[in-house]
C-alpha cells in the first residue's frame, strides 16, 4: 500500500497570484497522477507526473498554467498559476505502485478557494 | 478510452445488499474493469476489480457479465458509511498507461 500527504489540506487565495501543492508518498512509486475535482463534478485528470522529464497532460490543460515537478520517485508538486475563481476546486494526488494490475492509492486533496 | 454508464444515484437501507450496476459495451479485451468510492470530504478509494471472472473481496463482490459489456458491484450489507460515490472504471492496466479516468459515478445513498 501507499500512504500520501498533500500539503496544504486547504488554502485560500487572491486571484492572480499563484499555489504550489505538495505531494509525498510514504514509499517509492513509479506512477503519480494529479486530480481536479471542481464543486459537485467527478474527478478530471490534468497530467501524469514523469519522474526526470516533463509532465504528460490531458487535453486542456497546459504546462503554463499547471507546472508539475518529480524530482524523485516519493515526491511531486503541483502549481496553479495565475489563480482565477475558475480554479477553485480539489486538488489530488494518485500513485501507482508500478506493479501492473493494481489499485490507485489517492492523496486526502487540497481544497482551494480562490477570491 | 473506453466508456462507463452508471446512474446517477441509488438508494438503500441499511443492512440490506446494494447492487451497483455498469454499463461498458465498448470495452476491450485488454481492460480491467476498476471500482473505487469516494466518501465524503476524502480522496477516493479502491474497492476491487477483475478482468473476466466474478471477484470478492473483504469489501464488495464484482459480479461480470459473460461478454464483459457490463458488471455489477455488490456491497452485500450496506452500512451508513458506504455512503458514497462510486465509480466503475475500465483501465487497460498496462505498466506504462495505468492513470484512471472517472466517469460520474453513483451516488448511493444509505438509510437507517
Known amino acids: 500500500s501507499a500512504v500520501i500527504s498533500q500539503k496544504p489540506s486547504r488554502d485560500i487565495c487572491q486571484r492572480g497570484t499563484s499555489l504550489t501543492i505538495q505531494c509525498q508518498v510514504d514509499?517509492?512509486?513509479?506512477?503519480m497522477f494529479w486530480y481536479r475535482q471542481q464543486p459537485g463534478q467527478s474527478l478530471t485528470l490534468i497530467a501524469t507526473?514523469?519522474?526526470?522529464?516533463?509532465?504528460?497532460?490531458e487535453s486542456g490543460f497546459v504546462i503554463d498554467k499547471f507546472p508539475i515537478s518529480r524530482p524523485n520517485l516519493t515526491f511531486s508538486t503541483l502549481t496553479v498559476s495565475n489563480m482565477s475563481p475558475e480554479d477553485s476546486s480539489i486538488y489530488l494526488c494518485?500513485?501507482?505502485?508500478?506493479?501492473?494490475?493494481?489499485?490507485?492509492?489517492f492523496g486526502q486533496g487540497t481544497r482551494l478557494t480562490v477570491v | 478510452d473506453a466508456k462507463t454508464t452508471q446512474p446517477n444515484s441509488m438508494e438503500s437501507n441499511e443492512e440490506e445488499p446494494v447492487h451497483l450496476p455498469c454499463n461498458h459495451s465498448t470495452i476491450s479485451g485488454t481492460d480491467y474493469i476498476h471500482w473505487y468510492r469516494q466518501l465524503p470530504s476524502q480522496g477516493p478509494e479502491y474497492v476491487i476489480h477483475?478482468?473476466?471472472s466474478n471477484v470478492n473481496n473483504r469489501m464488495a463482490s464484482l459480479a461480470i457479465a459473460e461478454d464483459r459489456k457490463s458488471s455489477t458491484l455488490i456491497l452485500h450489507r450496506a452500512t451508513l458509511r458506504d455512503a458514497a460515490v462510486y465509480y466503475c472504471?475500465?483501465?487497460?492496466?498496462?505498466?506504462?498507461?495505468?492513470?484512471?479516468?472517472f466517469g460520474t459515478g453513483t451516488r448511493l445513498q444509505v438509510f437507517p
Open positions: 472504471i475500465l483501465s487497460p492496466r498496462s505498466y506504462n498507461t495505468d492513470k484512471l479516468i
Open positions: 514509499s517509492q512509486v513509479t506512477m
Open positions: 477483475g478482468l473476466t
Open positions: 494518485s500513485v501507482e505502485l508500478g506493479q501492473g494490475d493494481t489499485e490507485a492509492f
Open positions: 507526473a514523469n519522474q526526470g522529464s516533463e509532465a504528460t497532460y
